[in-house]
């Protein structure tokens, strides 16, 4: 809508910024794919090394972690 009103009124930047706003759209998606395939794999260590954590996580939640 601002971008719309400005162009009606003198600027000539519009199509530069749907380009780069294009651009970070798709550069967002790619990082919020890779920021879940992340997340995925934390959660296969984290249950894989449960076990071994138990006595760290006990030491760490009578310290109030």
Request: a positive charge; charged letters at 30%; proline letters at 0%.
């Amino acid at each position: 809508v601002i971008g719309d009103l400005a162009t009606a009124v003198g600027w000539k930047h519009q199509a530069l910024v749907q380009r780069l706003e294009a651009a970070r759209k798709v550069q967002a998606a790619d990082f919020y794919a890779r920021k879940k395939e992340k997340m995925v794999l934390k959660k296969k260590a984290e249950e894989a090394a449960a076990s071994e954590l138990s006595k760290v996580n006990a030491i760490l939640e009578s310290a109030g972690y």
